[in-house]
């Protein structure tokens, strides 16, 4: 029998006796789930990019690149006609229990009423519109799927109730990491974004310990399709006192930069359209805006990863400059208007992608200047402040945004004092409705 003697929101609690082997099971059956989906969605994205911009190999900006012009232009709007046609058809007919609301449900109706088929046709929708080239992330698909899965596997198998949020919590936390080769990245997210945000189940010593090993089974099943290679590429960046003196300029303009995206997306989602008969047309829509930008600059389409990789190894040149200043004005407004149109999606990629871009572009005028600051490892400060600000989650943009390239240690410290600043002073400036309306949605 299921134990109701104590709330989720007390925190982790010690299992009993003959829950041990129920909760180790649920923990290694979550982690290899949350690895498998990862790979698997990870092959689905390459597939949707191959069939929406008909170039077999590479990266987004280069399948754009190759494509044909109308592929490039009617692309994410085809991808946003298919996806909001199945979602208008989806939240008409109930919808989808979210993670958030499943950690947050303490009575379990809402992981009982999750189930796993709608969470799954839901990711594949969210990795369609990202393959398709619409401008938002697509973090929500394995964190949800791997979530449903965790939720149906702990009510399978009987999981004392005050463990099921936390393990619903640290299998979408290691569905991320799954994706991006980030475990410690993941489990932070399921700690300092999902549980405590939503309950206070991850203020407990071993709700975080839980975390880091199903994120951990997780990013080591991944390896089966990544090779434990790191997300992005970067060039060495050794410790020098130009960039630590750049990153006093980097740090509150990425900070500011991160506040006016987050009221930005915020504002969109409390605009957002109503879920009718024109979902379709305002997702296809959008993405036709997206799909016309990306004559000019091919790394505006998709989540923002390859912007992220574009401002790591952007040259100190004019004409890169030009590039990541499209990006910065771009890229947050091209995400708005898709998340307002009505799309399903993340914010995490966006969020670094324009982070990335504004260090870059700042490394970039400190070059043309005369002084030697590493581009890279601006782009990498900027790239965590922001996501920092975007998410108020200081350690875990930290610490994600420091394994995405496998980063020199020496940014560690300075990522971690970045994004902490960085969110403590920009809770005060205005715009809380619409950063309450980002969080809610």
Known sequence: MMSTSRPAACGAPSPAPGQWWRLSLTILLSGVAAGLIGISMAYLLE????????VRDGSLPQRVTEAATWRRVLAPAAGGLVAGSLWWWERATGGVVTVERTVEDTSLDSARRMGILRPFADAV??????????????????????????????????????????????????????????????????????????????????????????????????????????????????????DLLAAVVV????????????????????????????????????GLLTGTTSLWLAELPGNGKDAFQAALTSPPTGTALVALAGVIVLKPLLTGATLGAGATGGLLAPSFALGSSVGAALAGLAHLAGADVSVAAMAVLGGGVVLAVTQKAPVFAALFIWELPHAPLWLLPVLLIGTTGAVAVTTWLPGRRADARLHRA
């Open 47 to 54: 597939g949707f990019e191959w069939l929406f911009y008909g």
């Open 125 to 242: 929708l969210q990795v369609l519109t990202v393959g398709s080239g619409n401008s938002v992330g697509r973090e929500g698909a394995p964190r949800l799927a791997a979530g449903a899965v965790a939720s149906r596997v702990s009510l399978a198998l009987r999981v004392d109730v005050e463990w099921v949020p936390v393990l619903v919590a640290s299998a979408a936390g290691a569905g991320l990491a799954a994706m991006y080769n980030a475990p410690l990245g993941g489990a932070a997210y399921a700690v300092e974004i999902v549980m405590l945000a939503s309950t206070r189940a991850g203020r407990g010593v071993r709700a975080p310990a839980l975390a880091v090993v199903i994120s951990v089974l997780a990013t080591v099943v991944s390896w089966l399709h990544s090779h434990a290679a790191a997300s992005l590429s970067m060039p060495r960046a050794p410790l020098a006192g130009a």
């Open 251 to 286: 740090i509150p303009t990425a900070a500011l930069a991160g506040w006016g995206a987050r009221s930005l997306w915020g504002w969109f989602k409390a605009h957002r359209l109503p879920d009718s008969w024109t979902l379709p047309l305002a997702i296809g829509g959008a």
